[in-house]
């Protein structure tokens, strides 16, 4: 166990529908990772938040936003959702967000648009 | 924007044999290159990681071997066990400011018993 909890596990959906995805990350940990993970695309690096703040985008969609909390926990957001979004997102956690700071990922989020 | 190149995609391996794995980067503006290992149903973990002071570094069967003139690495499973069949990613720095980690496509290991 990671220590970092997303929810829900599961989420299946229709097209062009919003959903949120939540992250907690590990105690003490003050930056948050998003990635997304799909069979031909392997993982994607979306967005990194440390401590409340964005630090690194990647290669998020317009659609997708997402934030940190006071409290340190994110929520990702998905919206006009596309048959293609379907996919496991992941959330990891770090100390200090450097590049060289071991990431903790959760057990992530099972997408499914229909 | 950085690419990392891994291969091969699949990888079979018979109990006690040596399992490699190869990464190709373009650039980095900092050097730190690890690895994760994926089991079906759970999140990417770190298994091992590289910095720059060394050209190899070994943790009990696990070892990573680094190329910095060619931009390459790689890792190599020793006495490779059914335990060990997972997904394995190598991750480089980029080279933007950001310096985010870019990983490889992933190969997935089965080692047979």
């Known amino acids: 166990d990671s220590g970092v909890t997303q929810t829900p596990k599961h989420l299946i959906t229709a097209t062009g529908q919003r959903v949120t995805l939540r992250c907690s990350p590990r105690?003490?940990?003050?930056?948050v990772y998003w990635y997304q993970q799909s069979l031909d695309q392997g993982l994607q690096f979306l967005i990194q938040?440390?401590?409340?703040?964005?630090?690194a985008k990647g290669n998020i969609l317009e659609r997708f936003s997402a934030q940190q909390f006071p409290d340190l926990h994110s929520e990702l957001n998905l919206s006009s959702l596309e048959l293609g979004d379907s996919a496991l997102y992941f959330c990891?956690?770090?100390?200090?967000?450097?590049?060289?700071?071991?990431?903790?990922f959760g057990p992530g989020t099972r997408l499914t648009v229909l | 924007q950085q690419q990392v190149k891994q291969s091969p995609q699949s990888l079979i391996v018979q109990k006690g044999g040596i399992s490699i794995i190869n990464c190709a980067y373009e650039n980095t503006a900092f050097d730190y290159f690890p690895w994760y290992q994926q089991f079906p149903g759970k999140g990417p973990a770190l298994l091992i990681a590289?910095?720059?002071?060394?050209s190899e570094k070994k943790e009990g069967r696990f070892t990573i071997s680094f190329n910095k003139s060619a931009k390459q690495f790689s890792l190599h499973i020793m006495d490779s066990q059914p335990g060990d069949s997972a997904t394995y990613f190598c991750?480089?720095?980029?080279?933007?400011?950001?310096?985010?980690?870019?990983f490889g496509s992933g190969t997935q290991l089965t080692v047979l018993p």
């Open positions: 590289i910095r720059p002071d060394v």
């Open positions: 990891a956690s770090s100390y200090s967000g450097g590049v060289n700071n071991e990431q903790f």
């Open positions: 991750a480089a720095p980029s080279s933007g400011s950001a310096r985010q980690l870019t």
């Open positions: 105690s003490g940990d003050l930056s």
């Open positions: 938040y440390y401590n409340g703040e964005e630090r």
